[in-house]
C-alpha cells in the first residue's frame, strides 16, 4: 500500500493503480479527497479439508499406469497425466462480483 501527502489530508491506494494516480491528480487540482469503496459478495463459497480429501478413482490409476521411472521413453506418459490432470490442487474456491 503506497501512501502519498499533499496539502490537507492523505490518499492511500496502491502506488502503481489507477485509482491512486487519479485520487493524486483530483487532489493536486481541486484540493479534494478520493474516498473509495470496495464490496463483495460471494455467492458460492466450497473448500475441501485437507485431513479427509482424497485422490479421485481416475487420477489413482493413472498414477499407477505410469512407468516407474521418467526418461525419454516415459516423457509423453508423465506430460499426458500433467494435461489430463494439471500441476495444481485447489483447496478453496469463492464465485461472486463485486
Not at 17 to 30: I, K, M, N, P, T
Amino acid at each position: 500500500l503506497g501512501t502519498a501527502r499533499g496539502r490537507g489530508g492523505v490518499t492511500a491506494a496502491g502506488s502503481q493503480s489507477r485509482v491512486a494516480r487519479e485520487g493524486l491528480r483530483w487532489q493536486r487540482q481541486d484540493r479534494s479527497a478520493l474516498t473509495w469503496l470496495q464490496v463483495s459478495c460471494a455467492f458460492y463459497w466450497t473448500w475441501l479439508n485437507p485431513l479427509t480429501a482424497r485422490p479421485s478413482p481416475s487420477f489413482l490409476r493413472a498414477v499407477r499406469s505410469l512407468p516407474p521411472r521418467f526418461g525419454r521413453s516415459s516423457a509423453a506418459e508423465y506430460a499426458a497425466l500433467l494435461a489430463a490432470f494439471g500441476t495444481h490442487t485447489l483447496r478453496s474456491a469463492r464465485l461472486g462480483g463485486r
